[in-house]
């Protein structure tokens, strides 16, 4: 069975850093693509980056690039992403997800079938 869950979320000031982490099953997760994704309140969900299963490769959405970086630890079953220099537009709610056999763009929700139940993350002006 595959979950995935969200941590690290909280209030941080205008600028300042936060780093959450996706904790995942296992053995499973470790071998596909993770991506995360965020949902501010009244508007639709967004890809904000996404990292292959060896991380050979990662990918940024244009508003977070140069300012989030993602990584994975296979070895913990986690996935990182580190947010720098906050905006009060990064508000919203962070979700990991997981590509398990799909084929697919990173960048659409739709080829991950696997969710975490998401992290609420505030940026203070």
């Known amino acids: 069975q595959v979950q995935l869950e969200e941590s690290g979320g909280g209030m941080v000031q205008a600028g300042g850093s936060l780093r959450l982490s996706c904790k995942h099953s296992?053995?499973?997760?470790?071998?596909?693509?993770v991506g995360w994704f965020r949902q501010a309140l009244d508007k639709e969900r967004e890809f904000v980056a996404s990292?292959?299963?060896?991380?050979?490769?990662?990918y940024y959405a244009d508003s977070v690039k140069d300012r989030f970086s993602m990584s994975r630890d296979d070895a913990k079953n986690t996935v990182y992403l580190q947010m720098n220099s906050r905006k009060p537009e990064d508000t919203a709610i962070y979700y990991c997800?997981?590509?398990?056999?799909?084929?697919?763009?990173?960048?659409?929700?739709?080829?991950?079938?696997?969710w975490g139940q998401g992290t609420q993350v505030t940026v203070s002006s």
């Open positions: 990292i292959t299963w060896n991380s050979d490769n990662t």
């Open positions: 997800a997981a590509k398990v056999y799909k084929s697919g763009a990173y960048y659409r929700q739709t080829v991950y079938n696997y």
């Open positions: 296992g053995l499973i997760v470790s071998r596909f693509p």
